[in-house]
């Protein structure tokens, strides 16, 4: 079971709920998102649901369609234990990218967020112009952004690597933080309040997976 609360519902979106007024609905928030399908968290779980033509068709674009982090309104398939998306709610944040491939259009990476951790490794070449890149599309998004830099135990230099990065990420935290020993964890958690949505985004081997196995 979980409580909307701690999926990071709030006023925002209860307030979209009531002028909605869609009967029995209910709240569901993108856990995964499939091909026409998705599945949601929910008051009673998680539950597979499906994606009416009717929204596929009204939609101009990807971006209009439910994605990961977004809160849609679903109602029952009779007798099936998939759910229906019958609305999708207004985003508070979003982050995305332009669609790669020949169609040009948004990609929603994820939705209604509200930290984006942007993991950099310190084992190997620091790239301060793609840490700038990365955080303009932060700000972008609506979400306030949070840098770590990870495996801070295989550098002998991470102190003057981490005040280089702050003067590129003025106002932004800056942690040093090594996964294998669970150095600066901690600072990682309290950076990030129940009922509030983090993301992790980085390069490919910067650690973000161990990091976040060891916050849970």
Not at 9 to 31: D, K, M
Not at 59 to 75: I, K, M, N, T, Y
Not at 76 to 100: F, H, I, N, W, Y
Request: neutral net charge; charged residues 25%.
């Amino acid at each position: 079971m979980y409580s909307l609360e701690d999926l990071g519902w709030n006023s925002y979106f209860q307030q979209q709920l009531e002028q909605l007024n869609t009967p029995g609905a209910v709240p569901g928030r993108v856990a995964e998102e499939l091909k026409g399908a998705c599945r949601l968290y929910t008051r009673r779980g998680l539950a597979p649901a499906v994606v009416p033509g009717r929204l596929l068709h009204r939609a101009s674009g990807r971006e209009d369609l439910p994605a990961v982090g977004d809160w849609v309104l679903a109602g029952p398939l009779p007798g099936e234990e998939r759910m229906l998306v019958l609305e999708l709610m207004d985003r508070r944040t979003k982050l995305s990218r332009q669609q790669a491939g020949e169609k040009t259009g948004e990609q929603i990476l994820a939705a209604n967020v509200d930290v984006v951790f942007l993991i950099a490794s310190l084992n190997k070449e620091l790239n301060l112009r793609r840490i700038e890149r990365y955080l303009t599309a932060i700000w972008e998004s609506g979400a306030r952004p949070v840098i770590a830099l990870n495996k801070a135990d295989l550098s002998d230099e991470a102190e003057t690597l981490c005040r280089e990065v702050q003067s590129v990420a003025p106002g932004v935290p800056v942690a040093l933080t090594s996964a294998a020993t669970g150095d600066g964890v901690a600072e990682l958690a309290s950076l990030m309040r129940t009922g509030e949505t983090g993301v992790f985004v980085g390069s490919s081997g910067v650690g973000k997976s161990t990091l976040i196995n060891r916050l849970t």
